[in-house]
């Protein structure tokens, strides 16, 4: 290689590691984004209100003059930072969510959404159009569902805790379900606010780690400790928890704020087939089966007034990936200057 292709491809290499960037932006169609911000203009005012839940300010005036700015030539091609991706992210997130929240139902606000989803991939800040969340870390393996009954799980430390949470299901995941039934006052209502009507509550094993309870379920916190220290970061456990879902609950079409952090779902109690659709996709918790979540995809879920209720456990995890990956602010997006997930140094320890 002679010296001068030796230092572009220096060059590349360090500005990978500065800016994260992995999707090629293009010009929008001007006249198409016309349109689209028209019709969306045009729901401002007819905002449905829900019995629950927190509301989603309607879009502003500022907000449709970054989508016109947005729309001029060459624009993609300043969004050089993760900072200024982050807030280009949070313009489009803020309106998909005031469309999920307050718009759903009608008719053209699947359509509309997937549009504003297109728009974000379009000028190169997120690879799908579903995977609408604010801090996008780029060099994250990226997809919303993996069962591994059928899917190739590409972590062999988050393989073994899913065998293992499976293998545990009867003797330490269902005792200490039905333990938690037992206890007063243990399932406080979901405080996140994106369920319209109904009731979702969560109990925590683990709500701040490495502190799990203990005393009154041993095992259980026993099973999590074994399935942290099988992932290949530190920090790999973040929470833990039974979700349960009463029937007529709605949660409304949401993404988690952040890709840096996915999800273990394990099937407990779902005798009516309640089911989440996500992306392109839809999983139905299976008893004693275990899934790996990307909730960085939007999602829903509709129990029906005549399902019983369904349980989940659910274990928010740190990215596998971050075991060797760069690191992003949660905030604002901005890269940091030391990983504090780091355990591997090279991607194939891994």
């Given amino acids: ?25 293009s010009d929008l169609n001007a006249n198409e984004d016309e349109q689209l911000v028209k019709e969306l203009e045009s729901l401002v005012g007819k905002e449905v209100q829900w019995p629950k839940g927190e509301p989603n300010e309607a879009p502003e005036e500022g907000t449709w003059n970054w989508f016109a700015a ?19 992210r949070a313009q489009h997130v803020h309106v998909l969510e005031w ?47 993996r069962d591994p009954a059928v899917d190739e799980i590409p972590w062999p430390g988050l393989r073994d805790a899913l065998q293992w949470l499976e293998g545990n299901f009867t003797s330490v995941m269902l005792p200490a379900y039905e333990r938690s039934c037992r206890m007063d006052n243990f ?3 979901h405080e996140e606010g994106i369920h319209v009507t109904g009731q979702w509550e969560a109990a925590y094993f683990v709500s701040s780690p490495p502190t799990c309870k203990t005393t009154d379920f041993p095992e259980m916190c026993k099973l ?3 399935v942290d220290q099988a992932l290949p970061t530190t920090m790999g456990v973040q929470q833990a928890r039974l979700a349960r879902m009463q ?47 990307d909730d960085s995809y939007a999602h829903s879920i509709e129990a029906k007034s005549d399902a019983a209720a369904r349980t989940i456990l659910e274990i928010k995890i740190t990215h596998p990936d971050l075991a060797w990956a760069q690191a992003l602010h949660d905030e604002d997006g901005h890269l940091l200057e030391r990983n504090p997930f780091h355990k591997l140094v090279e991607r194939n320890e891994l």
Avoid at 71 to 88: D, Y
Avoid at 252 to 266: G, L, M, P, S, Y
């Fill in 247 to 293: 029937p007529g609950t709605i949660v409304v079409e949401h993404t988690a704020d952040t890709n840096q952090r996915i999800k273990i779902h394990c099937g407990v109690v779902n005798p009516s087939g309640v089911t989440m659709a996500i992306a392109d996709t839809k999983l139905t918790w299976q008893e004693g089966r275990c899934y790996v979540v």
């Fill in 70 to 88: 947005s729309r001029k030539p060459g624009f993609h091609k300043t969004l050089v930072s993760n900072e200024s991706r982050t807030q280009a």
């Fill in 1 to 25: 290689m002679n010296c001068g292709l030796l230092i572009a491809v220096l060059l590349r290499v360090q500005s990978s590691a500065t800016e994260l960037r992995a999707y090629a932006g």
């Fill in 99 to 145: 469309l999920a929240r307050h718009h759903r139902g009608v008719a053209v606000q699947p359509e509309l959404s997937a549009r504003l989803g297109h728009r974000m991939v379009r000028l190169g800040l997120i690879p799908h159009r579903s995977q609408w969340c604010e801090i996008l870390n780029e060099q994250l393996a990226s997809f919303p569902l």
């Fill in 224 to 226: 999590l400790k074994d």
């Fill in 187 to 189: 399932y406080k209502e």
